[in-house]
């Protein structure tokens, strides 16, 4: 049985990173003991912030009894998550083996993986029923506006509404086109 605990930033991301972790578990590698704790919920500008990351790593571990690995999805924006990445893998091994802590960092945002996946998010929550992905998803700044651009005129879309919904009907086999989401189905294969 595998306890993953997470360090995320987004209101949304409480209940879409865990469910998403499950899918992927029970989706992809027929793994079906998985336990999620709650994560624990950090904006970004904090947790680049030195020591911040590693007491939220520290929080979580306690969260999950240290049972288990440790998950953190932090969105890249104009950073370079080729460069962020290492940054902060080198500060969580202050705090927890390598084989504990993965940093995934989708480009640009988390919704860069919706907008991959789009084809199988049509006439879901509000987006059109013809929906296909953009040319290059990972080059989308603005994914969240994109899936706003492309509901229905009375709708917008809401992370803190719409994130963990649209985990739940995403094909993560198209979703693996993102290279971001190829690194968290990787760690999630290490840790189970």
């Not at 990445?85 to 927890?96: H, K």
């Not at 919904?165 to 693996?176: G, I, R, T, W």
Request: glycine fraction near 6%; charged fraction near 25%.
């Amino acid at each position: 049985r595998v306890q993953f605990g997470f360090v995320i930033e987004g209101q949304g991301e409480v209940e879409a990173v865990p469910l998403l972790v499950r899918r992927i578990c029970h989706e992809l590698y027929d793994v079906f003991t998985v336990q999620t704790t709650r994560p624990v919920r950090i904006t970004k500008s904090r947790l680049i912030r030195p020591g911040e990351l590693e007491r939220a790593i520290r929080l979580a571990l306690m969260n999950n009894g240290s049972r288990g690995p440790v998950v953190v999805v932090l969105d890249a924006d104009e950073d370079c998550p080729a460069r962020l990445g290492p940054e902060l893998s080198l500060r969580a091994l202050s705090v927890a083996p390598r084989q504990s802590v993965s940093i995934v960092i989708p480009k640009y945002e988390f919704e860069t993986w919706f907008l991959t996946a789009a084809q199988s998010l049509s006439g879901k929550r509000g987006l059109l029923a013809d929906l296909s992905p953009p040319g290059d998803p990972e080059s989308i700044r603005g994914a969240k506006e994109w899936l706003s651009r492309n509901m229905a005129q009375d709708r917008k879309y809401s992370p803190s509404v719409d994130q963990a919904a649209l985990v739940a009907c995403m094909d993560l086999n198209a979703a693996m086109s993102c290279r971001s989401f190829q690194r968290l189905c990787r760690e999630i294969e290490r840790s189970i």
